[in-house]
């Protein structure tokens, strides 16, 4: 687990002597807890822009929402910067594509591979989900998007609607694993005799868990579940977490804008700090990849969403 931005920011103050640790950063105006501060941003923007929003891998995130029939327009997760391509899915089928996509992408399209296992599309505008034809059905929709929010943290009061089941994270904040729309209109249930039912695993008796519990699903090995976690646009506390769990990166670049802020010697520590920018840039694991094992099985169309049980992890 990466330490907090705190523990982080004194690490790299320590660092090669270069100022006192501070005992807070936020809600100081001390000189070296305000540079730091702005490094803690610096950092995280310039490793965003050097990944170019797509080799970020722990910036990846899933959204969940349910198409309602006549409806064309969905409103965009919060932290959406843009989807992943390849991975909008909806039934267990790719959706078509029409808009943003990869020259491979587009080559299906209009061989025809893609609208004939799924005869619908989707575009974005004005930050909106545009669904072509619009939907007959209710049907689960996940897509795999870049976030931009790089900071992570515990959930806090008010970051989460308590009057929803299953809880909805307060908007502009983001669960950690994803983002996921549910309104009154959407939390509801198929047609009992639809084919879905048939199969293992997506029935009540199945699925039925508290909210606390789905919203725990971050480590599935843990005997004891850590709590739900929220994606935020900034640090705004001391006990926040970057997003991604390796923290030297973020240690060497505090480091070297401390130094520059505090007038002192920082070739070297940039040096330090661009070298680990690389590596972590050059090993991420990217994004998703296209594999089979056996053949595809059929997914009805229409997967039942009674009782808003819902799963992102």
């Known amino acids: 687990m990466a330490r907090t931005i705190l523990e982080i920011a004194q690490a790299a103050a320590e660092r090669h002597a270069t100022a006192p640790a501070p005992d807070k950063l936020f809600g100081t105006n001390n000189k070296v807890s305000r540079i730091l501060r702005g490094a803690a941003h610096d950092v995280m923007r310039e490793y965003l822009t050097k990944t170019g929003w797509v080799g970020a891998s722990e ?33 267990g089928w790719e959706m078509g594509i029409i808009g943003p996509a990869n020259p491979q992408t587009w080559s299906r399209w209009i061989a025809g591979q893609i609208a004939i296992t799924a005869p619908m599309a989707w575009r974005i505008r004005n930050n909106m989900l545009q669904i072509e034809p619009p939907p007959t059905s209710t049907e689960l929709v996940t897509i795999d998007y870049i976030s931009r929010y790089p900071v992570v943290s515990e959930i806090r009061t008010g970051d989460y609607n308590d009057s929803t089941n299953p809880l909805i994270v307060t908007a502009p904040f983001v669960a950690r694993d994803g ?84 007038g002192k010697d920082f070739i070297e520590a940039a040096a330090d700090y661009e070298a680990e920018l690389e590596m972590k840039v050059s090993t991420d694991a990217g994004g998703p990849r296209d594999f089979h094992v056996g053949c595809e099985a059929p997914v009805s169309d229409t997967v039942p969403l009674g009782q808003g049980l819902w799963m992102l992890s």
């Not at 969940?64 to 919060?78: C, E, H, K, L, S």
């Not at 725990?216 to 929220?230: D, G, I, K």
């Not at 935020?232 to 804008?257: C, I, S, V, W």
């Open 179 to 262: 983002y996921l729309e549910v309104t009154e209109d959407q939390v509801v249930a198929t047609n009992p005799d639809d084919a879905a039912y048939e199969n293992p695993g997506w029935d009540t008796s199945t699925w039925v868990e508290e909210a606390s519990e789905r919203l725990r699903r971050t480590n599935p090995q843990s005997l004891v579940a850590p709590p739900p976690m929220v994606r935020r646009p900034y640090f705004t506390a001391d006990d926040d977490l970057p997003a991604f769990e390796d923290d030297q990166l973020m240690k060497l670049g505090m480091n070297y804008h401390l130094r520059r802020g505090m």
């Open 59 to 91: 910036l990846h995130s899933t959204w969940v929402f349910a198409t309602v029939p006549g409806r064309y327009n969905y409103t965009m997760p919060p932290d959406f910067l843009r989807i992943i391509p390849k991975t909008e899915q909806r039934g």
